[in-house]
């Protein structure tokens, strides 16, 4: 199974966004499945776009449980605590550390994460999680 980061989960949400098309194909490629963070951070960045791109959060909201599987992934405490112990041993900090979170999360579920995020592959090595990177033109 795969899951998406929220670089994907926005682009795939968003019909302005830039990735639009291959945020989409590659939803399409498979039923993934959705990280409960993922979710929080998809509706996040939808609801504080500027006018014009702004989605109001129970629309975000409406689009994830429509799109994907209601079981929505989360990581247990003792996994947590293992995730977040791998990411600081392997000098991950600051924002990193949810990238890691979304990293282990998958990793736990043994999905593979699909991202447009090349910023997040450190935190994603940290954690050994397999990654499906996009290009978007």
Known sequence: MIAPDS??????AASWHVAHDTATAALAADQPGL???VAFETTAALSRMPDGQRLP??????WLERRFSPIW?????AATRR???AAVDAGVRGGALYDALI???AAHHKCTLVSADRR??????????????????
């Open 7 to 12: 670089s994907v989960t926005v682009a795939a």
């Open 35 to 37: 990280i409960a963070h």
């Open 57 to 62: 959060p129970a629309l975000v909201l409406e």
């Open 73 to 77: 992934l989360t990581l247990p405490a």
């Open 83 to 85: 995730g977040l112990r």
């Open 103 to 105: 990293a282990a999360t």
């Open 120 to 137: 997040a592959a450190p935190a994603y090595a940290a954690i050994g999680v397999d990654v499906i990177y996009l290009v978007c033109d």
